[in-house]
T-cell receptor, first 116, second 108 residues
């Protein structure tokens, strides 16, 4: 079946512009996650959705970052007034809600954002 | 912060077993141990997970010590395509914290 997809695969923008990144999770997956990975670094958690609600937004680095999820499916991550330090690969993952605390996350290929 | 400690890098000869260690001395009783890997420029890929017992699948084996304070991921016959960063994660529920991982280089 289809995996997690993300679009665009690459985005180059000018400092100060707004960008929207899209994630299509695996069909039927109730949980959705956004991570950020700067060059040569590990993954940094940003936000987690269960259905359409976001019980954990603790990783969003500033109020310029926001995310929404509609219909329990597609999610968009919006970065307003982009800065050069926002340049990174933005990864999305999804998982089923399982009992007992087990949670296997499936990752998309990421969106590489470059802010000039 | 990540609850795991891994060596930053390891080498392994092609065709040999790769044994990647992970320390998680503060693991809670209900937390799972997960292993993921990330091949250059791709999203992380799930490998295996375990709670208390050792586990094996088509990709790897996971050995968890009896006190659960450490684990080892074993790739039985490493190939060049196994060159990647390997992440060990302990988690209950949805909260995954990725550390820097181990960069495994499989050498011809």
């Amino acid at each position: 079946g289809a995996g997690v997809s993300q679009s665009p695969s690459n985005k180059v923008t000018e400092k100060g512009k707004d960008v929207e990144l899209r994630c299509d999770p695996i069909s039927g997956h109730t949980a959705l996650y956004w991570y950020r990975q700067s060059l040569g670094q590990g993954l940094e958690f940003l936000i987690y959705f269960q259905g359409n609600s976001a019980p954990d937004k603790s990783g969003l680095p500033s109020d310029r970052f926001s995310a929404e999820r509609t219909g329990g499916s597609v999610s968009t991550l919006t970065i307003q007034r982009t800065q050069q330090e926002d340049s990174a690969v933005y990864l999305c993952a999804s998982s089923l809600e399982r009992r007992g605390g087990y949670n296997e996350q499936f990752f998309g290929p990421g969106t590489r954002l470059t802010v000039l | 912060d990540a609850k795991t400690t891994q060596p930053p890098s390891m080498d392994c000869a092609e065709g040999r077993a790769a044994n990647l260690p992970c320390n998680h001395s503060t693991i809670s009783g209900n937390e799972y141990v997960y292993w993921y890997r990330q091949i250059h420029s791709q999203g992380p890929q799930y490998i295996i997970h375990g709670l208390k017992n050792n586990e094996t699948n088509e990709m790897a084996s996971l050995i968890i010590t009896e006190d659960r304070k450490s684990s080892t991921l074993i790739l039985p016959h490493a190939t060049l395509r196994d060159t990647a960063v390997y992440y060990c994660i302990v988690s209950y529920g949805q909260n995954f914290v990725f550390g820097p991982g181990t960069r495994l280089s499989v050498l011809p």
